[in-house]
């Protein structure tokens, strides 16, 4: 069976890390571009982070640049996001998505994603 799994979500204190992990079974990651997308209640998806299929590039979103880091590690099959100094308005759930066509202009957009996870949820508490 194809899927995204996400794990690592909780609850921390403002100020506190985690880091979420999106592992793939039924299929490999090596040739797919992840993006890793939130989505607090009531508010739209956004996009915070994505890395190519090799590493070659990641971006991070401007609104969460300086605290969270994007990696990946291949033999693992998994891309990992670490959050650090975390907010109350980092709340969301998380999401994975990997796709095949994902460019490094768009890879912030939930554009060219083929397969998505179920999230997990992070809520920070003030």
């Known amino acids: 069976q194809v899927q995204l799994v996400e794990s690592g979500g909780g609850l921390v204190q403002s100020g506190g890390s985690l880091r979420l992990s999106c592992s793939a079974s039924?299929?490999?990651?090596?040739?797919?571009?992840i993006g890793w997308f939130r989505q607090a209640p009531g508010k739209e998806r956004e996009g915070v982070s994505c890395?190519?299929?090799?590493?070659?590039?990641?971006h991070v979103a401007n609104s969460v640049k300086g605290r969270f880091t994007i990696s990946r590690d291949n033999a693992k099959n998994t891309v990992y996001l670490e959050i650090n100094s975390l907010k109350p308005e980092d709340t969301a759930v998380y999401y994975c998505a990997a796709g095949r066509r994902v460019f490094a202009s768009t890879c912030l957009l939930p554009i060219g994603y083929h397969y998505w996870g179920q999230g997990t949820q992070v809520t920070v508490s003030s």
């Open positions: 039924g299929f490999t990651l090596d040739d797919y571009g």
């Open positions: 890395i190519s299929s090799f590493g070659r590039y990641t």
